[in-house]
């Protein structure tokens, strides 16, 4: 993320029947114009999504993330999503380690968007952040897990200045005995003003690899929310393979339903 709690990003479906061996040629990739790729150990994220029982963070386009990665907790407001001209998302992102501070913090930018969490007087469990927004009043949204494989995006071969990250996500949604999985790409700034860079890299890896890579303007909350919504509707016959990956042509469906206001 760059400074000022501004996250610039860009999401690309992988609009594969093949996923799996798409994932493996952009892993392999090195170097892409005038851009190298170095890669980072994959790790797999636990992301728990929270809201009011009355939504009232979805309503402000709000988005309240607890996130547990590498044995460490982090919790993340996002919001006011500002879509660029060339695809990508500018909004904003405030991300700590999860403490009591971090929490005050984030409660204060709600309470600032008329969002107020109950009041509570008892001990908190600092050790158990779910336990902690539940007492608050939030509730569970989605839970979701994540293989992310990390290539750090730099200019110069051997140069210490990451500009962007490059992150090639799974995604995984439980729903009763069924998995579904999804796979996507994602490119972040890491430097201030990073819009060039990521428009630059993004054009790029369109270019090289369309139509197996789209611009996907929904985040993976939406995405997610959609997706169990069709699921059990028993929308999803025949838009699941056999290894409980979502066709590419599912894809077309779910951003239809979400154009249309469905979710």
């Not at 609009?15 to 797999?44: A, R």
């Not at 799974?170 to 990521?198: A, C, M, P, R």
């Amino acid at each position: 993320m760059n400074s000022n709690n501004q996250e610039i990003e860009a999401a690309l479906i992988i609009y594969s029947v093949e996923p799996n061996d798409f994932i493996k040629e952009i892993t392999n990739l090195e170097s892409l114009s005038d851009f190298w790729l170095i890669p980072e150990k994959s790790v797999v994220i636990h992301d728990i999504y929270f809201d009011t029982p009355t939504q009232e963070l979805k309503s402000k386009n709000l988005a309240l993330r607890v996130r547990d990665v590498n044995d460490s907790c982090l919790i993340t407001l996002k919001g006011n999503a500002r879509s660029t001209d060339w695809g990508g998302v500018e909004r904003l992102e405030i991300e700590m380690p999860w403490s009591i501070e971090a929490l005050t913090k984030i409660s204060n930018e709600l309470n600032a968007r008329k969002i107020n969490l109950l009041k509570n007087d008892q001990p908190v469990d600092t050790g158990n952040p779910i336990n902690v927004l539940m007492n608050l009043g939030l509730q569970i949204i989605q839970d979701r897990r994540n293989h992310r494989r990390i290539r750090n995006i730099v200019k110069e071969l051997g140069s210490r200045e990451v500009v962007a990250e490059l992150a090639i996500d799974s995604v995984t949604f439980q729903f009763g005995d069924q998995e579904i999985l999804f796979h996507e790409v994602e490119i972040e700034s890491k430097i201030s003003d990073g819009t060039s860079v990521i428009e630059s890299f993004v054009h790029n890896l369109i270019e090289k690899y369309e139509p197996m890579l789209r611009q996907w303007p929904h985040s993976k909350l939406v995405t997610g929310k959609t997706i169990e919504k069709l699921f059990y509707e028993g929308a999803l016959a025949g838009y699941v393979d056999e290894e409980n990956n979502l066709v590419p042509h599912a894809f077309d469906k779910i951003d239809e339903y979400i154009k249309y206001g469905n979710i």
